[in-house]
């Protein structure tokens, strides 16, 4: 009695007395072709599953790869601080501060048509002047000073983290009087000190004459960062 199998190529029945599959010619019995047929359909499957994991690869290296490129764009970008103070007014052609601690002057400012109003001329005098703007929510520290190319720098006088609104200078640096963290004085960038990402946060202004002009509304709505 014949047993009926089917083609392994082709799945046409056969019985065990066929040699060759009399659809599509594979060799049955007492041959090296039914080896050789299952070993190339295993390389083929072994192909295929080593390419997809080596596309697998390609993609995540792929994304790993813009991720670090957005990343380093990111930290490309010009600053809050950088974009303001590139943007503030050059009153004198430069100023040089000692290597000695140079320290703030205390003044008063006044508000007039929604501008606090600061002279200019004082400013140019001392250099580095601190006042007060009192807004419905308290009272908000403010500081105005001659970076080293000559600009007006004016920011909310407050190191936020240690709570100190008092500054001086040295050289080239803004020093925090409390904590000792310390910025550079041209663009407020980081350069020591555990309070170093939040220097004294600047607000835009502009001269008008003899006067210093800043927006009331943006020291009115100040909030802290921290």
Not at 48 to 70: E, M, P
Not at 185 to 204: F, M, Q, R
């Amino acid at each position: 009695m014949s047993t009926i199998n089917y083609c392994p190529r082709c799945g046409t029945q056969l019985s065990n007395t066929m040699n060759h599959c009399p659809e599509c010619g594979l060799k049955i019995a007492g041959s090296d072709a039914n080896k050789i047929e299952p070993l190339n359909e295993k390389k083929k499957l072994v192909l295929h599953g080593r390419a997809k994991r080596n596309n697998n690869k390609y993609w995540l290296g792929a994304a790993i790869f813009a991720v670090v490129i957005s990343i380093i764009i990111y930290n490309q970008q010009p600053t809050k601080e950088y974009k303001i103070i590139k943007e503030q007014p050059q009153v004198v052609n430069s100023v040089t501060y000692p290597a000695s601690r140079y320290e703030e002057t205390y003044t008063i400012a006044f508000a007039r048509n929604n501008k606090i109003i600061l002279p200019l001329d004082l400013v140019k005098e001392k250099k580095m002047v601190k006042f007060d703007y009192l807004a419905n929510n308290g009272k908000v520290p403010l500081l105005a000073y001659l970076s080293e190319e000559g600009k007006v720098i004016t920011a909310i006088s407050m190191c936020e983290p240690c709570n100190s609104t008092d500054f001086h200078i040295k050289g080239s640096n803004l020093i925090c009087n409390s904590c000792g963290t310390t910025w550079a004085l041209n663009n407020l960038e980081a350069i020591s000190g555990s309070c170093s990402k939040y220097p004294p946060d600047p607000v835009p202004s502009k001269v008008v004459g003899n006067e210093i002009q800043i927006d009331e509304g943006l020291v009115a709505n100040w909030k802290r960062r921290v």
